[in-house]
């Protein structure tokens, strides 16, 4: 209850009683476990744990948040301390019991090679804590799924191969939303930023359908060409120039990329964090993500960047991998059946964002 209220008199007088009664009640485990982590010192703000009319908004950068300094230092110096995973947000999606958990450790940190062995016992930790608690399913968010840390969650199947609880790192749900974001009639793409395992099912799948996919990078060329396996690569080509006007991207496309783009280029995020927008002439799709459906409860907050009842794909697809009762592991370097994910994720009721959603120019 709001101190507020206290000071006001304006408490609900069965709000001590109802208190005491939570208290002697058993602690409720969740079905479906969301596993992240905090991504900048000031995004402690944007938790439920910090003000909720900034929850309540994409994640943004506050110019007021920098006179908090001392707080924001205290917290940071509080998670370090603390040290261990914490609840961020409880929901219900029909008879399933949701939770987001979230690791105290900033991006910065993975990005520091000697942070490795941390964030992978803290990683770890909560998944065999999710085992204890009888947990169907454990997603793998932003970070928590490299492929140099884990082997996009490989890491923990192969030291516990017993493990009940399905550690899903969501990139067959992440590459639907992808090859559904790009424009109806696309015939060219090009592909800047890491071939990694969501990357080149992309890039595969793209090729599949007929649709050319342009890199610039020898050495990426040569990684997806690898990925193709014993696929013929004969729509995957090398280009010397940026004229393309439909780009899949990651977090790590640089500003003088984006300055080489044709004006209207339409950047498609593949990773879970966002590009920095340079351009005011060029469109940027949302990270992939989809709506929620209108019966998941509690939703009183943003994922990070994302708007209003917006998810991750990668959350998202925890959820439907529960929905559907699928009882294996989706990590490493297997991959569900795309068509087969997206379509289940439909019918369970998520949706797809919409062009005045998901492109907006800076």
Same mark, same amino acid.
């Given at each position: 209850? /709001?101190?507020?209220? &206290?000071?006001? $008199? ?10 005491? &009664? ?18 900048? #010192?000031?995004?402690?703000?944007? *938790?439920?744990?910090?003000? #909720?009319?900034?929850? @309540? ?5 506050? %110019?007021? !948040? ?11 110096? !509080? ?21 987001? %958990? ?58 516990? /191969? ?8 969501? @990139? ?10 790009? /424009? ?5 793409? !090009? !592909? ?28 990426? &060329? ?46 498609? /995020? *593949?990773?879970?964090?966002? #590009? ?28 990070? =960047? ?5 998810? @991750?794909? =990668? ?10 009762? =699928?009882?294996?592991?989706?990590? $490493? ?27 907006? @120019?800076?």
């Amino acid at each position: 209850m /709001p101190i507020y209220d &206290y000071i006001y $008199g304006t408490v609900d007088k069965s709000s001590d009683t109802l208190y005491e &009664y939570s208290l002697k009640r058993k602690e409720e485990f969740p079905d479906v476990v969301h596993l992240t982590h905090i991504t900048t #010192p000031q995004s402690i703000y944007h *938790l439920r744990l910090g003000f #909720p009319y900034l929850a @309540s908004s994409p994640e943004t950068s506050k %110019w007021y !948040l920098c006179l908090m300094w001392p707080i924001t230092l205290w917290t940071m110096m !509080l998670t370090w301390i603390y040290g261990r995973t914490f609840v961020v947000e409880r929901h219900r999606f029909d008879k399933l019991r949701l939770q987001t %958990w979230a690791i105290p450790k900033y991006n910065i940190q993975y990005f520091m090679q000697g942070q490795n062995q941390s964030i992978n016992h803290m990683i770890e930790e909560a998944i065999l804590e999710a085992e204890h608690k009888g947990v169907k399913v454990l997603s793998l968010g932003l970070l928590n799924q490299g492929e140099k840390l884990n082997r996009y969650g490989e890491l923990y199947v192969h030291r516990h /191969p017993t493990l009940q609880t399905k550690v899903v790192d969501g @990139s067959s749900l992440a590459v639907a939303v992808v090859l559904n974001s790009i /424009p109806k009639g696309t015939t060219q793409v !090009l !592909l800047r930023g890491r071939p990694n395992k969501v990357a080149c099912a992309i890039a595969l799948a793209l090729s599949q359908r007929g649709t050319q996919v342009a890199t610039i990078l020898q050495d990426d &060329y040569e990684k997806l060409k690898a990925s193709f396996g014993s696929e013929p690569p004969n729509n995957l080509v090398l280009l010397k120039n940026y004229t393309l006007k439909t780009w899949l991207v990651d977090d790590g496309l640089s500003e003088e990329e984006q300055k080489k783009a044709t004006e209207g280029t339409v950047f498609i /995020p *593949l990773s879970q964090l966002p #590009p920095k927008k340079m351009r005011k002439d060029c469109f940027y799709h949302s990270t992939p993500a989809m709506v929620a459906p209108t019966s998941l409860e509690n939703v009183d907050s943003c994922e990070n =960047w994302l708007p209003r009842r917006v998810m @991750s794909a =990668w959350r998202a697809a925890g959820i439907v991998h529960a929905l559907e009762g =699928w009882n294996v592991h989706e990590c $490493g370097y297997s991959m569900f059946n795309v068509d087969k994910v997206w379509e289940a994720a439909l019918q369970h009721g998520f949706k797809p964002l919409t062009a005045a959603t998901t492109i907006h @120019s800076n």
